[in-house]
């Protein structure tokens, strides 16, 4: 419970993807201007630290090589006759000019959202966008490339000895031309290249307004009664009142521990309101464009476009999941609440429909908490200080995936907060891949948790492998001035989480950097992540990676059992809560219907949240980023947790710190990156279809 409402993810620079003469292979070696050779081989601290910008004359020139740099290779590529054409002067480069510039894109979408000097971030915006509309218009839509791509599977890769992985990742860039409309007629071509360019600008104001958006509400001190006197010394002031900001470590605050409702009541409604009104109209024109390319596209809807590359394949298939979860997370959700409200602290009662207000669900929450577990939060939290959890975490890692993990101070990076941390195999020393942290909240900073590609790591048929680049941004409970950062037990959780997709892009490294790391179906992503959290759960883990902050302590055994007793509470009311989402999301994406954003959301609030009164004051959708990321996939969120479970279940039998189930599961799913279907994946792993026996189970919702 009391998760995060909107579930942390992964964010990539939009990696796209993407055809023909016939003639004979040449074995010649054929010297090209354009010669990468190599993938950006990112392999020392120095230039790990290098991959982001310092300036914004750097952000500009880096943008404008890119752009200069990838035009040279692609009309070479199109110039290339083809009797030329093979793995390596067709797939190879084409992989190589897109790793170049796709990186730069992921690189500056990591930059819009956590550096701080208001004129390198609209410098970073306006590039952002300028790259990201270049690979629409030259790579992803460029009807010449295409033609290159489709002469190639013709003729010359008919007669080369092509591996599974060239040939899924040929089909993958032939599927991407012709979703990008490439096999239409010129006219609708234009038509929806202008949409999409269109549509990519507003995405990225849809983010920057939650990114930016620096919405307060300033209460007085008896107005935080409740409030620990450590949170407040961390709160700016005005004069005599203390200035709240819209981030999660204010928001758990605020809404768990304020005993004045007021307070409750007006931060909530302004949490709730991010963004709002700004992003209606912007959020309306990107499902109306997204709508509209798709039908020049021949598609029902958005959604039906849009899935059709997904493990679920369709929209009938994920409201169908959808549907049938809901019938067990609604009677599991019953059950959860009656329990929650058979005693409520003194100043809340449940409103004439027998619900509970929205901003008195966290409140009562560890009220319950506390009577019935025994569990505070706040001070669960004083065993879990940052460091020390960071190496428990890192020495879990470190043992289950054979890895050596080594912290490197770094200085010069866009906040003093950073830290790095470098990635080796434990066997035989070779680097894997360097993890930024960027753990706090700040004024601009992208809200959230996410992980953030820079470089994916590549490997090679000869087993060589370029190094990863990863940034885990999260905005985690602060130091005081008398104690460290103490991490709240869901916060240590959404580490894991973060971290799995770090792992991800270290372990994952394949032979094309578009189909490296987490480039996998968006509906499996969440799976190695997810399936990470379940460490947080085990006894023997939470005793090695706690120490409380005074006495260096583990958790006691008798918390650990409350716990792990708590953790079976209250999964029919998160199951419940993401349904929300994820209907939302299926619901705005698909076939067009008339009825306003607020009326939807508050729609699918009611029919899946029946315990918690709706408020009608609030916009969630204006801040709900993943409606342009993941658009109508945030079911995939509920999808991948399900077969998360049962991966977890066959890793549980073999041991969470055992090497060898770590293997196997690298071996059969990580290492592969997204360079095979999901779905043939979880079958190698298993031996078996998937099932969702484990997850029902396990949420009790049996
Ligand atoms: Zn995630």
Known sequence: MNKNIFLSIIIGGGLGFLLAHKVPLSKEKISMKCDTQEYKNVNSVSLACSVFPKTSQEIIERSGNAQKKALECINELIALSPEKYTQVTVLQRFDQLKAAIGSELSVLGLVKS??????????????????????????????????????????AAQRENLSADDRYFLNKILENFELQGLNLPAEKQEQVLALKKQCAQLESEFHRLIDQDATTIKVSEKALAGISEDFKKTLQRDEDLYVLPMNYPVQAMVMNYCSVEETRKQYSKAFSNKAYPQNESILQDIIKIRDEFSKLLGYESFAAYDLKTQMIKTSERAWNFENDLQKKALIAAEKDFKQLVTDLPAGVSLTKEGKLEPWNYGYVSTYFKKKYYSIDEETFAEYFPMEKTIAGLISIYEQFFSLTIETISITGMWHSDLRLLQVKNKADGTLFGYIFLDMFPRDKKYGHAAAFEAVLATKKDDGTRTPGVVTLVCNFTKPTTDKPSLLKYSEVTTFFHEFGHAIHVMLGATKYYALSGFNTEIDFVELPSQMLENWMENKEVLTMISSHYQTGKSLPEELIEKRLELLKFGQGLFVASQLTLGMVSLQLFGPTYSESLADTYKRFAELNNKYISYDADTHRYCSFGHLTGYGPKYYGYLWSLVLAEDVFEQIQKEGLLNPEAGKKYVDAILSHGGSKDANDMLRDYLGREPRFDAFYKKMGLE
Do not use: R
């Open 114 to 155: 956590v550096y701080q000097d208001q004129e390198t971030l609209d410098v970073a915006e306006k590039q952002f966008v300028l790259l990201n509309q270049f690979i629409i218009e030259h790579i992803d839509s460029n009807k010449h490339l295409y033609e290159v791509f489709k002469a190639y599977q013709a003729d």
